[in-house]
């Protein structure tokens, strides 16, 4: 089954003329999942003419603003839109806490139920899993508490050797911001069909990268490389850098595919 991977957003915390904060929608399986919810999704994904209705759940990395910012405007136009399927976000406890509040002033009635999932960003575990799609914590190390994703699809297969059903892995998609670089999530992603690795800053801008704890390309790319990624999409740009071929050029250095993550670009996932 194809899966695509549509990008909203990639830059960082302060939002630019040329990138708005993160979000990225993943197709898998029939299903619409949005991963991160900066400011200025919800008019992306209407200036792409995305169906808002197949929005199935939402994943929060973490609670930097640059992640999470657009979910009360998101929330509010669903309901204009006419939605009435409960939505699920899947987030630190927290943003719960932070929302309900406004929620309750804002959207006191909103005509369809929204409900949250705590996550623990620290521990690896399955959060969501129905008949096709299975969704896994990636503990990462941030200044917050943040977690990545990973995505795989299965399908119920029966062995008639055996007589047993069993579950085939196909896609995989992992999405690593923001973190800074951080080897022990390789054993989890092995192999990924797709990573998508933040990579916030080049090697000109290393000690500033060590100090907000994210990552530069070379080292997205060097994650993707002993990972054994078979490709690469890297984002979350910093505002003090321009140029992204300067990104692409670094990555590829170290892992030849890479493509640099563009806003507004359907991505065919391998
Ligand atoms: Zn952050």
């Keep these: 089954m194809e899966a695509h991977l549509t990008i909203l957003g990639t830059g960082s915390a302060l939002p630019t003329f040329q990138n708005s904060p993160s979000g990225q929608i993943l197709d898998l399986c029939d299903k619409s999942f949005l991963i991160d919810c900066g400011e200025g999704v919800q008019l992306t994904m209407r200036q792409m003419n995305l169906k808002t209705s197949r ?5 929060i990395s973490h609670l ?3 992640h999470c910012f657009g979910l009360m405007g998101l929330i509010s136009t669903l309901d204009m839109m006419g939605r009435t399927q409960p939505l699920h976000i899947y987030a630190h406890p927290d943003l719960e806490k932070l929302m309900r509040p406004q ?14 999932h705590a996550i623990n960003p620290r521990r690896k575990a399955v959060i969501f899993s129905d008949r096709t799609v299975t969704v896994e914590t990636i503990p990462l190390k941030h200044r917050v508490p943040t977690c990545g994703f990973l995505f795989y699809e299965h399908h119920r297969r029966f062995n008639s050797l055996t007589r047993e059903f069993y579950y085939e892995t196909r896609k995989r998609y992992a999405y690593c911001s923001d973190t800074q670089y951080k080897e022990s999530i390789i054993p989890q992603i092995e192999g ?17 990268c060590k100090k907000t704890m994210h990552s530069t ?9 002993k990972a054994n990624a078979k490709l690469l999409i890297i984002g979350h740009y910093s505002s003090r850098v321009s140029n992204h071929s300067i990104y692409l050029q670094e ?20």
């Design 251 to 270: 990555a590829q250095e170290v892992f030849p595919n890479t493509l640099l993550g563009v806003e507004r670009e359907i991505y065919q996932l391998p």
């Design 217 to 225: 390309a070379r080292q997205a790319a060097t994650i993707a490389l």
């Design 103 to 116: 929620m309750d002033y804002h959207l006191k009635d909103i005509r369809y139920e929204v409900v949250f």
């Design 192 to 208: 990924v069909d797709t990573l998508f690795h933040e990579a916030t800053y080049t090697e000109q801008d290393a000690f500033r």
């Design 55 to 59: 929005l199935y759940s939402i994943f």
């Design 64 to 66: 930097h603003g640059d």
